[in-house]
Nanobody, 115 residues
Framework: QVKLVESGGGLVQVGGSLRLSCAASESIFSINGMGWYRQAPGKQREWVAGITSIGSTIYLDSVKERFTISKDNAKNTVYLQMNSLKPADTAVYYC?????????WGQGTQVTVSS
């Protein structure tokens, strides 16, 4: 079982930046399905960004050019760099890993963007 712990959330003003981290309990070197999701109050959880084992990335249209997903295999950690934050980015952000067809989630970290 993969355990995930997110950190880095907080309160930031419009236009500010945050970097979220997701530390995994085991090696992520060969895991092909890793990503970040978010859930705003009253809304369904939505996918935000994904990264493959070889480092290919893909993003939700509304965060392209502002968010960057990356990973450090040596630290078993996935990151989400968020720049030019908007109030619409306010949500609980969750790290997700899919290993052997099983989906694992972290506990989430709150991101609040104030206007």
């Amino acid at each position: 079982q993969v355990k995930l712990v997110e950190s880095g959330g907080g309160l930031v003003q419009v236009g500010g930046s945050l970097r979220l981290s997701c530390a995994a309990s085991e090696s992520i070197f060969s895991i092909n399905g890793m990503g970040w999701y978010r859930q705003a109050p009253g809304k369904q959880r939505e996918w935000v960004a994904g990264i493959t084992s070889i480092g290919s990335t893909i993003y939700l249209d509304s965060v392209k050019e502002r968010f960057t997903i990356s990973k450090d295999n040596a630290k078993n950690t996935v990151y989400l760099q968020m720049n030019s934050l908007k109030p619409a980015d306010t949500a609980v952000y969750y790290c997700n890993v899919v290993k052997y067809s099983t989906s694992y989630w972290g506990q989430g970290t709150q991101v609040t963007v104030s206007s």
